[in-house]
């Protein structure tokens, strides 16, 4: 809706004039798809499974009488660490984070790529 003119909203007491995203990369969860561009996250792994560990409570806890949940099963955080090793190969690097887009990807430089 950030695009629509008739919308009007407000940062910090001031109107914004409407945007409209140059891309929309949609992050991959559980089921896989082939993803449209791969991010090299390698220097952020163990940051992503911090980030992911401060949820600890909506995760698998042995002897928890909670319903069983997609992400309160024990192989749930070792599948998201297995993920981001698939997607790092894709590219050549330990870890990467898989993206579909909402359209191409447009460059105006190959060597951008590289």
């Known amino acids: 809706m950030s ?3 008739k919308i009007q909203t407000e940062w910090k007491g001031k109107g914004q004039d409407p945007w409209r995203t140059p891309l929309l990369g949609f992050y991959i969860q559980d089921h896989y798809h082939k993803p449209d561009i791969v991010v090299d996250i ?3 792994a163990q940051d992503k499974e911090e ?3 401060c949820f600890g409570s909506q995760f698998y806890k042995e002897g928890s009488l909670e319903e069983m949940t997609p ?3 024990p192989d749930f955080l070792p599948f998201v660490e297995a993920r981001s090793r698939e997607m790092g190969r894709w590219i050549g690097v330990e ?3 898989g993206f579909l887009l909402d359209r191409p990807l447009s460059i105006k430089d190959l060597d951008l790529l590289v």
């Open 3 to 5: 695009a629509l003119p």
């Open 42 to 44: 390698t220097p952020f």
């Open 51 to 53: 980030l992911l560990r």
């Open 71 to 73: 992400i309160a099963r």
């Open 95 to 97: 870890f990467g984070e």
